[in-house]
Structures are given as structure tokens and as C-alpha cells.
């Protein structure tokens, strides 16, 4: 099974400040056919389902705001909020879905500092 | 506006079975990948498993801790995707999801509680 490893498991940023959460798969989710990694993330506040932010590593999905952005290189994932909004608070997943058993990060949990 | 609304959730007794439902609306749900994925209160997501769409076989898969004991399956004509619970256990407690896509869950449902009691 491939294990995705967030870290940290928590982080406090200020307002306008940048998040970073990282994300480490225990082997490669890239296609080499479509040199695509199979990388997703999401965000979920309390009380809700998970959104999808971000699929193919790097691509955000359409309404999601532009201070997200993610980013790879290997098998590092990056998940990168640029200036930290209030309605930002949340927990933060990865997901890969290059092989089954599909699996997800433990969450990172983002709060206001 | 796509729809996921999951429902069948409550309490069960160790070793009972459950069938929860989610119904879809506002997508293509035949030619959608759909899944279960579950949380536990206060943990992450767990993928419990996939129906792929019968054009690409209608293929099941599932996670290690509930392969044997669950089954996912589909109505395409009434957009009704189903996961059916059997020897639940205590740690299958949980809110479960269903999930629409193949490359990232584009769309969830609000979820459904099941909690297993010994």
C-alpha cells in the first residue's frame, strides 16, 4: 500500500502569512504514459465533507481561490496557501489515487496564530 | 447542482449488517467512478472502496480492514450506489461518505453515522 505522511501534524499561521503542508508518498503516484501524478488534496472544516482543492498535484479545481496552489517534486507534495484567511481554518488532506487501496494523508490541521 | 445524499446509517450490534445508500442526482452517474470513504470522530479519512463505472469493467476494490465483510455495489438506473455492511465491528463506527470521481472526489455527500456497539 502506498503511505502518505503529512507533516506537520498542525500549524498555527498568522493572517496574510503562508501555509505549508507537505506531503510524502512512499512511492511514486506519477504515470509515466501521462506524466501525471496522481496527487489530490483537500480541505474540510468542522461539521462539513472534504472539497477537493487541488487534483494532479498542481491543478486547482475551478472556484477555488488562487492563494492555493500545490506543487511536487518526486514524491514531495506541497500544498501552499499564500496569505492565510480566516475561513482558511481547517484540516488539510492528501489523497493519492495512482493505485488501490486509495489512501489519504493523516490531515494537517491549519489554525490562525 | 450535483447531489449526494447518503442515508441507512444508526446503531448496530457487533456482528449485524447494514446497507447504506447514497443517492446521486445532478451528474452522469453511470459513467462515474463512485466510492465509500469513512471517518472516525475526532480521525482522518479513511478510502473504503470503489465501483468503478461498467464501461470500465464495473470492477469493486476495497481497503484491507473491511475487504471480506463489505461490498459496494450500483443501480445505474435509479443512480443509487449502495454499501453493504456485514460483521460490523466496533472500529467500523463511523461517519460514512460516499464519493464521486476517479482522479479526486469532486463531489461528497453530507455523510451518515454508523455506530457499532457491543
Known amino acids: 500500500d502506498i503511505v502518505m505522511t503529512q507533516s506537520p501534524d498542525s500549524l498555527a499561521v498568522s493572517l496574510g502569512e503562508r501555509a505549508t503542508i507537505n506531503c510524502k508518498s512512499s512511492q511514486s503516484v506519477l504515470y509515466s504514459y501521462n506524466n501525471k501524478n496522481y496527487l489530490a488534496w483537500y480541505q474540510q472544516k468542522p461539521g462539513q465533507p472534504p472539497k477537493l482543492l487541488i487534483s494532479?498535484?498542481?491543478t486547482r479545481e475551478s472556484g477555488v481561490p488562487d492563494r492555493f496552489s500545490g506543487s511536487e517534486s518526486g514524491t514531495d507534495f506541497t500544498l501552499t496557501i499564500s496569505s492565510l484567511q480566516a475561513e482558511d481554518v481547517a484540516v488539510y488532506y492528501c489523497?493519492?489515487?495512482?493505485?488501490?487501496?486509495?489512501?489519504f494523508g493523516q490531515g494537517t490541521k491549519v489554525e490562525i496564530k | 447542482e450535483v447531489q449526494l445524499v447518503e442515508s441507512g446509517g444508526g446503531l448496530v450490534q457487533t456482528g449485524r449488517s447494514l446497507r447504506l445508500s447514497c443517492a446521486a442526482s445532478?451528474?452522469?452517474?453511470?459513467?462515474?467512478?463512485m466510492s465509500w470513504v469513512r471517518q472516525a470522530a475526532g480521525k482522518g479519512l479513511e478510502w473504503v472502496g470503489l465501483?468503478?463505472?461498467?464501461?470500465?469493467?464495473?470492477?469493486?476494490h476495497y481497503a484491507a480492514p473491511v475487504n471480506g465483510r463489505f461490498s459496494i455495489s450500483r443501480d445505474d438506473a435509479t443512480n443509487t450506489l449502495y454499501l453493504h455492511m456485514n460483521g460490523l465491528k466496533t472500529e467500523d463506527t463511523a461517519v460514512y461518505y460516499c464519493a464521486a470521481g476517479a482522479t479526486g472526489f469532486d463531489h461528497w455527500g453530507q455523510g451518515t453515522l454508523v455506530t457499532v456497539s457491543s
Open positions: 494532479w498535484a498542481s
Open positions: 445532478g451528474l452522469t452517474f453511470s459513467n462515474t467512478w
Open positions: 465501483i468503478k463505472r461498467k464501461a470500465d469493467g464495473g470492477t469493486t
Open positions: 489523497h493519492q489515487y495512482y493505485t488501490t487501496p486509495w489512501t
